[in-house]
Every structure is written in C-alpha cells, then in structure tokens.
C-alpha cells in the first residue's frame, strides 16, 4: 500500500503460551490455547504506525501437584505503535512497543494489572487492501499476588489484515 496515512483490521488466529507459578502449591505450569486477536490501527506514513488490539481465548487448565484443576481465563487489551518498512513490493516487516492490560480470571480470582508488550510482524499483500499478517507478542512477567505469579506470556499468530 503506497498511501499514507492508511488505517487497517487485522484478525488472526492463535496458540499463544501463557506462564504461571503458584507458590501454594509449588506448581509450574505453561499451557498453549486456541485464541483469536482483532485489532484496528492506522499507518501514519512509510515508517510509524499505531494500532488498538483484543486478544481473548479459551481457558487454560492447571493441574497442581495435589491434583487440583484450575481453568483461568486471560483477556488482553491494549495500545501501540509499530515501527517497519517494505523489504519486498508485497512484504513488510515492523517492530512493536506498547502497554496492555491483562485480565486474569479463576474462580475466585479476577485481576488485570497493565504490562509492557513487545513483538515483531509481518504483512504479504494478497491484494490492494487485503495482506496476509503474521505476528509474534510478548506481554512481559508482572509481580505476584495471592500467592501466585503470572509469568511472560507470548503470542504467535496467522490471519488477515484489510487495508481501508
């Protein structure tokens, strides 16, 4: 896409990998999920963009050394900017930096504390306003409460971005 500024959707389909320690009962867990990511941003010129996301999934089960099973939602939100340029006629690549509040819910449980996002990207142009988008995120560890610590979680995701 040669014009600037131009704004986008994206929706892409995922596995991403979620962290979790629980010093009560000494369980580490790391789980991957079915999940989906949809998002609006705008490209300002050749170089800076900015973009909005949702990201939201499936339960992840954890089983603890007891044997105890907890199912624990996350939902992600959040802002940032990308940085990139065309390395092909069709293909981008882009940096991006931001902050993200996630949301932790268990039963009994429910807690959203902001975190640092990073990751990389990747568009192929399928046609003028279609790409095919691939994305890599990194929500960085937060501190612990309840006994519990919420490691890094990543993100690693294919779908489709429409370009207005």
Do not use: C
């Not at 300002?44 to 624990?72: C, I, M, P």
């Not at 992600?76 to 390395?87: D, E, K, P, S, V």
């Not at 993200?100 to 975190?115: I, L």
């Amino acid at each position: 896409m040669a014009y600037y500024p131009h704004a986008f959707q994206k929706v892409l389909v995922a596995l991403p990998k979620t962290n979790v320690e629980d010093f009560v009962t000494a369980a580490v867990a790391t789980t991957a999920i079915v999940a989906g990511q949809v998002g609006v941003g705008m490209q300002f010129n050749e170089w800076l963009g900015g973009e909005l996301f949702y990201q939201g999934g499936s339960r992840h089960s954890y089983t603890a050394d007891d044997g105890d099973v907890t199912k624990v939602r996350n939902n992600t939100y959040g802002a940032r900017l990308t940085a990139g340029t065309q390395i092909a006629d069709k293909t981008r690549v882009f940096a991006k930096a931001g902050v993200a509040g996630v949301r932790q819910s268990a039963p009994e449980y429910k807690n959203t504390q902001t975190r640092a996002t990073a990751g990389v990207g990747m568009t192929y142009d399928l046609t003028n306003n279609l790409a095919l988008r691939a994305d890599y995120d990194h929500y960085f560890k937060r501190g612990s409460d309840n006994d519990i610590t919420w490691k890094g979680a990543n993100y690693l995701g294919l779908g489709l971005q429409y370009n207005f």
